[in-house]
């Protein structure tokens, strides 16, 4: 019903993620003839689509099975959230109460300087939570202008480390406060070696739990006095910030880049581009994105 109408005729080896998630993402409810023009068509919930989805995996796999296509593009394409509720993202007043400048006062808010710093990284940089948790210092790319961060895994909901959401790497330029701080940790940090995780658990092996994060994000909140009646405000809510906030001030490929985001115009932009080359196309905004430590 929606799958052969739009691939039916397509070559499998000619599908792609990007193609599909795209697809799958502005899916709606097909209507017959006489209910066209009576009303729109309805988008269809994310539990139908993962349905789809998983309809669509089981295709692709008997092909790469048989050997009809080299591999099954929807391998490592994730299930949309059931009843998701849209998410809601901080003021400028709100980042500047939970992220003050005097930085004693920023660490009383989040309990602890590393927590104050990580939940920084997450506002200035749009990372998702698992890719911030999945850091390691041999991550960072010390540069002589300004340093940056090679996003190449995340913890996934299992708590196992595993590829990004996009199964690519990326680059993520930092902000001038978010690169002191950083700096400050790996000062202060017992654990600095290459392969430690920035942001520990219970020892520099292991990552720091989401249960954790959670308590000090409500805490934090808390503290902040920010008041999230009736508001979805969470984690997730940084990236949100982050992208509302950079969207007017940078060309959309350039923040797509950074945020790993896929589209048919950032595939098109970037032809597998070097780090070096994304890293120089994201500092040409570098005041852009320092716009985002003033938050007055």
């Known amino acids: ?3 052969l109408p739009k691939f039916g005729k397509r070559i499998l080896s000619s599908l792609n993620r990007i193609e599909i998630e795209n697809w799958l993402i502005e899916l709606k409810k097909q209507q017959s003839k006489k209910q066209l023009g009576i009303q729109p068509k309805i988008q269809l919930s994310n539990q139908t689509k993962n349905h789809i989805l998983y309809t669509f995996r089981i295709v692709l796999r008997e092909a790469e099975r048989e050997a009809l296509i080299p591999y099954n593009c929807l391998n490592t394409v994730e299930s ?23 930085v ?29 948790r999945a850091l390691r210092w041999k991550h960072v790319i010390w540069k002589e202008d300004r340093n940056a961060l090679l996003i ?25 406060r978010a690169q002191i701080f950083l700096d400050d940790w790996l000062q202060s940090t017992p654990y600095d ?6 942001f520990y658990g219970k ?13 000090r994000f409500a805490k934090a909140l808390k503290s902040a006095g920010i008041v999230s009646t009736n508001r979805n405000l969470v984690i997730h809510s940084f990236r949100h910030t982050y992208n509302t906030m950079l ?14 985001h896929s589209s048919d115009a950032m595939t098109e932009h970037y032809n597998h581009p070097s780090f070096e080359d994304e890293y120089n196309a994201i500092m040409k905004f570098q005041d852009s994105l320092d716009s985002l430590d003033s938050l007055d």
Request: charged share 25%.
């Open 1 to 3: 019903m929606y799958i």
């Open 80 to 102: 949309l959230t059931v009843n998701a509720k849209s998410r809601d993202i901080f003021t400028k007043n709100e980042l500047s109460k939970l992220f003050p400048a005097d």
């Open 104 to 132: 004693v006062q920023m660490e009383a808010i989040w309990g602890r300087k590393e927590y104050a710093y990580m939940f920084y990284l997450l506002s200035s940089t749009g990372l998702r939570v698992g890719e911030a």
């Open 152 to 176: 190449e895994h995340t913890v996934k909901h299992d708590n196992s480390i595993g590829s990004t959401k996009t199964n690519k790497s990326r680059i993520v330029v930092l902000t001038k």
């Open 193 to 198: 070696h290459l392969d430690d995780f920035i």
């Open 203 to 215: 020892d520099q092996k292991s990552t720091i739990t989401g249960r954790t994060l959670l308590n």
């Open 247 to 260: 969207k007017p001030l940078i060309p959309n490929e350039v923040l797509q880049s950074m945020t790993g």
